[in-house]
């Protein structure tokens, strides 16, 4: 396009702006080379690049490849390897450890794990972080960072075959290169459930390329070339040829009876996996982890139901309907290979799960069940406990289709999650019921047993094993270079999905049945509110136990400031009010739980305070036996008052008894009817409460030798006001005590003559002998 | 039989927990409702419910599961539940909820 070579040879003419406008141009243009190639851009050889770049690519696939020993090559193998690479990539580059999450890592470190040697077939993500190391360990040639977040389902292996002579031990690696995380095991391409195909040769020639969270998927290591898959519904495996479920257990390549030690011959070195086991069988041999496999085999192949038998030469799996060569349903023990059975016999004779997580007291009454159990199925049975419960055993084992579902691997990963779950803090906040429950059937053992003579049970203490509570700090995946975080929200970091704003309605609009409704609402809200500040007001003794010397003031303070506002809200304060309305407080008691609550409340009250409150309650009596007529839960008040009245001076006791008799002021005028004094007879909460302030008055007047002499006392006068009255009541109707005092044959022998005295005591049930 | 079930998650999974002796336990089917009694092996957060040594309260009805002895049933189906009363302190378990809701606030 240009003339001239350079700048510099153009000739100087008169349009000196066009050739300046062009050269301008050129340096532009020069300068956006510059910047978008960079300066090695023409330096470099592009050839000799991607000849690098080459063999680091081949490099890392015969590496890989080496180590599965696989010779066969797909066109899959290709697309693995690229993919690989990619994921190898994505994996240098995250920051985090996903697998450093600690729902995950905590379930997975408390259990033994089952496969000790690296690099078996059983590896998975399930493993501790140790076994993973360990396995990236000798694989790897360089070290490979982090686990990745994306965990690619890639294709199994193709099927080795028959296996014939092989012996599982020489088998070769899995092809490791199938995950981009080198060390983690190879994932089934196949999803779960899928319906397995013909028999002959399954092809696994689907490739799932969809990435997938790494917590999701539960590992599928091959464990044998399973014409079935390993997932198979009960109907599926019906409806597959062949199968034993509709034909003979044995297919006729098989001989049909194998002596156990040929058996173990079979099996014999070979690396045999739990899975292959009945998992049923180990579901019920807790505590048996995989440890003693060779001792199982001989057991498993005499053809228990329900078990995936280990394909050995000639063998395909099936599920083995009752074979013909198993022996008989024993009625007695079974012969066997002696010692192997003895083994499992000894281990596992009835299952008994673990209770070492119980309250003491628990398990004790369990253990007497259970022997309670026991012994009726012994009566029952009569050929001995064990053969019988072998026998059913068996039978149910043989005629269990469901066994086998699941690996062993995905049932020890179900039950540590639901262990995880049992770890707690704080015991006693998180499982309070059941802490209390059991404490308080201990206090009443304990209580009897100090009335009776019997020996001393242990007093055992359950302590449970308390985890301390970690702080972990979630810190989101993130890329390197990559602008801003991902935002994904897993189980630790939770998003909020929903905004809810709580909006309070206005009072303006309300009608008066609203008014009346919302009362009752109120009055409701305000017992829970004082019932939470009685559950933290009972918990302080617990907590001042636990606290150290100098919290120790701060929590009486509290403590106190809690019982005055339970004070308050039962009275319901008014501000500008010297003494509230006993309106307040008659709501509350007009509901159950108002009136347990009081009942609770009471003992922490101060005299005075817990006076007020009875003084109330004594003068809206009637009412409040009204209200309680479908409830009937006054008579749980009796105790705590009675309590208190032992504390109240005689005055107290005097006005108490008026309010409670409704009695007129003025000794001589009698009013016509006291219903109020009928309705308190009438009841037994009312009577009861009656006679326990009559003997109490009682008790304070006997005992204190100077009122006794005077004659004007408040209380002789209300004492004859009070008999006049009760002998007036009809006796109609009248309730039975909740108990009876004996000290009021006495109080009244002072007051009333011999026969109002018989009178009295015929109406109100006084002496014993009469009812 | 020991009972596992997760601690925090509910006041009822506790509650469940401390059961020794049968339960009843009341279940509708599609047509009819069958009275399933055992004694409780193990509860989970859906409620759903493990019995052992179940015996069904009228056999004639349903004969099919006079061989059954353990049973899973799913929480959902459950209509209601019968516990023995002297094994039940109601005042604890109120508190016990109140203690529950208390901390869910907090």
Redesign the interface.
Known sequence: MFRYESLEDCPLDEDEDAFQGLGEEDEEIDQFNDDTFGSGAVDDDWQEAHERLAELEEKLPAAVNEQTGNGERDEMDLLGDHEENLAERLSKMVIENELEDPAIMRAVQTRPVLQTQPGSLNSSIWDGSEVLRRIRGPLLAQEMPTVSVLEYALPQRPPQGPEDDRDLSERALPRRSTSPVIGSPPVKAVPIGTPPKQMSVPSFNQQILCPKPVHVRPPMPPRYPAPYGERMSPNQLCSVPNSSLLGHPFPPSVPPVLSPLQRAQLLGGAQLQPGRMSPSQFARVPGFVGSPLAAMNPKLLQGRVGQMLPPAPGFRAFFSAPPPATPPPPQQHPPGPGPHLQNLRSQAPVFR???T??HPQ?RR??HQ?QQQ?RNQHRNLNGAGDRGGHRSSHQDHIRKDPYANLMLQREKDWVSKI??M????TD?Y??????Q???E?LEKLSAAEEVQGDGPKKERTKLITPQVAKLEHTYKPVQFEGSLGKLTVSSVNNPRKMIDAVVTSRSEDDETKEKQVRDKRRKTLFII?KT??LL?DVEDYERRYLLSLEEERPALMDERKHKICCMYDNLRGKLPGQERPSDDHFVQIMCIR?GK?MVARILPFLSTEQAADILMTTARNLPFLIKKDAQDEVLPCLLSPFSLLLYHLPPVTVTSLLQQLMNLPQSAAAPAPSNPHLSAVLQNKFGLSLLLVVLSRGEDLQSSDPASESAQSNPWTEVMFVATRELLRIPQTGLAKPISIPTNLVSLFSRYVDRQKLNLLETKLQLVQGIR | ?????????C?FS??F??F??PIHVLIPCSEVTSVICG?LHSVDQYLNIKLT?ISVTDPEKYPHMLSVKNCFIRGSVVRYVQLPADEV?T??????A???A??QKQ
């Open positions: 799960p673990d209770t997580h119980l628990h009454l369990l069940r159990n639901q262990m779950q049992l770890q707690s015991p906040l998180d499982d309070f019921y059941y209390n429950y059991f308080k829970e019932y939470s559950l739980k347990r | 039989m020991g009972l596992v079930m997760p601690l925090s998650v006041t506790g509650f927990k401390s020794t002796s004694t040594d302190d005042q604890l378990l109120q508190d016990a109140r203690k529950e208390l901390q």
